[in-house]
């Protein structure tokens, strides 16, 4: 069973924006840390953003710093990824997971992954 349900992904060219959303299945995101991960064929899986659903405190790599803003709505239950100033190496399935703290989050330590969307950078 899947744990979240990603949505936003898609084709866009180099320098444009996405919206990626991600939804719990099945819970509450009020007491979780949510990750953002991406894919590119051939790589291995790299974790960019981190999120607090209680406190808004965030955490970004250094090459997605300045582009990407993760951000959460409580009330609505939902938490996003804001993707700006896009480049090819952007390119990946994306996928958001929840960590039992913001500390494990950015050591990459997550569970209840959902199935990804893809984003497809090119020019």
């Known amino acids: 069973q899947l744990q979240f349900v990603e949505s936003g992904g898609g084709s866009v060219h180099p320098g444009g924006s996405l919206r990626l959303s991600c939804a719990p299945s099945?819970?509450?995101?009020?007491?979780?840390?949510i990750g953002w991960f991406r894919q590119a064929p051939g790589k291995e899986r790299e974790g960019v953003a981190c999120?607090?659903?209680?406190?808004?405190?965030?955490f970004y790599i250094d090459s997605v710093k300045g582009r990407f803003t993760a951000s959460g709505d409580t009330a609505k239950n939902m938490m996003y990824l804001q993707l700006d100033s896009v480049k090819v190496a952007d390119t990946g399935v994306y996928y958001c997971?929840?960590?039992?703290?913001?500390?494990?989050?950015?050591?990459?330590?997550?569970?209840?992954w959902g199935q990804g969307t893809q984003v497809t950078v090119s020019s």
């Open positions: 999120f607090s659903a209680e406190d808004g405190e965030t």
């Open positions: 997971a929840a960590a039992a703290s913001f500390l494990a989050c950015t050591r990459n330590e997550m569970d209840r």
């Open positions: 099945g819970f509450s995101l009020s007491h979780y840390y």
